[in-house]
């Protein structure tokens, strides 16, 4: 197990190891045993903090929301900055240093778990990079928080359950923000834009070559650029939100579903009930029965 540094705790200082006998019980827990944290904390403006594993046999994620560092792997060198997340997987060899003028200030988590690479898979970063660009995201900072709160709360069982599905939303938060972060490396893929552009049009239609040029792309270069971010196409995104406004329609009212259908922009009513059922597995009459159960 790879054991985080001895830069020395200040008080507003937080570091956590987990105790061994919660890790052998994560470790055949069925609700945590796939993703567990082994150790955590908090460093605020660490001066001098600096380490180096020629081993690292665990997985580490450390959050940089204030100064800067450096940090190393054997094929590449990073200067890391404000808002940028280091991830470190099992066998990384790595060292970090803070700076000497402005010092980082992290949130770190070492984890385990026999989906630990799967959930760092989930989040679709270039397999030859360790730094992603995130920004400071207040939800992600309260996350920790969170993580690091059960520290203060003894050594049961429930509480650790607990902190072990804190990672686990903490790693699926991680997952939903990379589509809008790989969107910055592209000139115009702005996706807040984009996706505010089709729940405005909702109630209508929407055609690929109006969502390229709210963006002024090309359609084949936005087609392309959408499908890599998010896997799927922008059309089927639009339809998506449809039946999702669908459901909600479905869940609220008792309006006949040929109302629904045109309010969605959808003369026939038999198109609309087999998109619904293509996105949302049932029919529109089928979704409505299992709501009365």
């Known amino acids: ?46 001066s001098g903090h600096s380490m180096q594993r020629e081993q690292h046999d665990d997985y580490l994620l450390i959050y940089c ?24 997987p099992k066998g990384t060899t790595h060292r970090y240093q803070a700076d000497h003028h402005d010092p980082w200030t992290i949130f770190w988590v070492h984890f385990e778990g026999r989906l630990a690479a799967e959930f760092l898979d989930n989040l679709g970063t270039p397999a030859n990079s360790n730094i992603v660009h995130l ?3 207040p939800s992600l900072v309260a996350y920790f928080e969170a993580l690091l709160a059960v520290q203060k709360t003894g050594f049961s069982d429930r509480i650790f359950i607990h902190a072990a599905q804190q990672l686990r939303q903490l790693l ?17 893929m702005n996706l807040d834009h984009i996706h505010a552009l089709m729940l405005q049009r909702l ?6 070559n109006e969502l390229a ?42 309006r006949q ?3 629904i259908a045109r309010e969605l922009g959808y003369e026939d009513p038999y198109y609309f009930s087999r998109l619904f059922r293509k996105v949302i597995g049932l029919s529109p009459r089928e979704y409505q029965r299992v709501r009365y159960r």
């Open 135 to 137: 920004g400071v995201l």
């Open 257 to 259: 579903i040929s109302a």
């Open 1 to 46: 197990m790879s054991q985080p540094s001895n830069w020395p705790l200040p008080p507003q200082g937080v570091r956590f190891h987990v105790p061994e006998v919660i890790l052998r019980r994560y470790e055949s827990n069925p609700l945590c045993h796939d993703l567990y944290p082994l150790r955590f904390g908090f460093y605020p403006h660490a």
């Open 65 to 88: 929301i204030d100064g800067a560092a450096r940090l190393s792997t054997p094929t590449q060198h990073y200067q890391v900055q404000k808002g940028d997340l280091a991830i470190l």
């Open 203 to 208: 109630h209508g239609q929407l055609e690929l």
């Open 172 to 188: 699926s938060y991680l997952a939903v923000q990379m589509p809008a972060v790989k969107a910055r490396q592209f000139p115009g």
């Open 213 to 254: 040029a709210s963006v002024n792309l090309s359609r084949f270069y936005f087609a392309k650029k959408y499908k890599q971010l998010t896997g799927h196409s922008p059309i089927e995104q639009f339809i998506h939100l449809k039946m999702e406004h669908a459901c909600y329609l479905l869940d609220v009212s008792d």
